[in-house]
Each structure stands twice: as C-alpha cells, then as structure tokens.
T-cell receptor, first 113, second 112 residues
Framework: KAGVTQTPRYLIKTRGQQVTLSCSPISGHRSVSWYQQTPGQGLQFLFEYFSETQRNKGNFPGRFSGRQFSNSRSEMNVSTLELGDSALYLC????????????FGSGTQLSVL | DQQVKQNSPSLSVQEGRISILNCDYTNSMFDYFLWYKKYPAEGPTFLISISSIKDKNEDGRFTVFLNKSAKHLSLHIVPSQPGDSAVYFCAASDSGNTPLVFGKGTRLSVIA
C-alpha cells in the first residue's frame, strides 16, 4: 500500500507570494491533518479534514487555509508569504477521526526568501 | 502553553547502552500517548504507543513507561544502535477527537 504522498518535496518562494501544497493520503484513509515543523518548535497543528470538512484548526493566521477533495486528497495554501513561514509542512492521514495514530508523508520543505 | 514537553533537546548514548527519552504533559485529559521517530528529510514514523490504562508497553527493544500521577512518560531503547539516531517526538491525545499534540522532540545520537 502506498504511503502518504506530498508534493512538491522542496519549494522556494519570495515574500508576498502564495503557495499551494498537495497531499495524497494512504488509500482508504479519509482523515488528513497538516502540521508545521520548524527548528526548535516541534510539530504545530494546522488543520484536520474529514469528508471534505474541516474538523479542527490550529492557532495559525487566516493566511493559512486548506481543503479536502472528495477523493480525500488535500491541499493547503499559504498566502502573502512571510520569512517565518519557512518550515517543513507535514501531511498525515488516518483511516477515520477515531484513529489515534497518524501516518505521515515526507513533507514539503518551504523556504521563503 | 506547551501541553507536551520534552525538556532534553538532545541526548548522546554509546552503542549497546540504554537510551532513555523523557516526556512530561500537563493536560490530565490526555489518555493516549505515542512516540514517533524522525530521520532527516523524512516524515515522522510511528514507534510505540501506550494507553492510560497501562503503565508499560513493550515492543522489542522499545519500552514506554507511563506514570500518570507524575504526568510523565519515558521511552527506553535497549540496546541502543547507531540506526536509532534520529529525532524522537512524544505525542498525546485525549478521547475528544482533538488533534495529536506533539513535544518539540529530542535528538538522539547513538555513538558507535
């Protein structure tokens, strides 16, 4: 079974631009979560989607948004990029919202210059 | 307010010895705890978990201990191997379908 796939792996943008990251969950998994990892800050929760609905949202500004499609694939968007948005963005999937264990993709490394 | 704390950013252990990684939490509603391992340029992978109804869970070289009264858990790796060198994240959840909360991680270096 293929794992969680995130594209692209690496991205370089400049301040003020916007970016869209993509995530394909494990086949059959319907819940998708996004986390931001920065050095020294661990994994900070961004949002969680299930059946195309956002179930939870972390403490991030409105510039961060996401969505989930009917095939469970998910995208997250960051508008008006700031230098502090440079981070590894991780997508994780699970079969449903009751599952406690998340399966992570390799992440998208975003660098904002 | 950080609900899951890993107070040691790094740890060095000799190959063959025991590695002990610690994690503290503040939210008494947490009832399920997980450890993830992360290599550079890869996503975290699940290692081992424990429910609050237990105080110990063992899987091969890895054992997790939970002390609910102290709100403390630890991961023991015995014997440590060079391939165990990675960043280890502690995570916790409650039964309310809320997101996993992660600590900041501990970088383990196993020296041959």
């Amino acid at each position: 079974k293929a794992g969680v796939t995130q594209t692209p792996r690496y991205l370089i943008k400049t301040r003020g631009q916007q970016v869209t990251l993509s995530c394909s969950p494990i086949s059959g998994h319907r819940s998708v979560s996004w986390y931001q990892q920065t050095p020294g800050q661990g994994l900070q929760f961004l949002f969680e989607y299930f059946s195309e609905t956002q179930r939870n949202k972390g403490n991030f500004p409105g510039r961060f948004s996401g969505r989930q499609f009917s095939n469970s694939r998910s995208e997250m968007n960051v508008s008006t990029l700031e230098l502090g948005d440079s981070a590894l963005y991780l997508c994780a999937s699970s079969p449903d919202t009751a599952s406690r264990e998340l399966f992570f993709g390799s992440g998208t490394q975003l660098s904002v210059l | 307010d950080q609900q899951v704390k890993q107070n040691s950013p790094s740890l060095s252990v000799q190959e063959g010895r025991i590695s002990i990684l610690n994690c503290d939490y503040t939210n008494s509603m947490f009832d399920y705890f997980l450890w993830y391992k992360k290599y550079p340029a890869e996503g975290p992978t699940f290692l081992i978990s424990i429910s609050s109804i237990k105080d110990k869970n063992e899987d091969g070289r890895f054992t997790v201990f939970l002390n609910k009264s102290a709100k403390h858990l630890s991961l023991h790796i015995v014997p440590s191997q060079p391939g165990d060198s990675a960043v280890y994240f502690c995570a916790a959840s409650d039964s309310g379908n809320t997101p996993l909360v992660f600590g900041k991680g501990t970088r383990l270096s196993v020296i041959a």
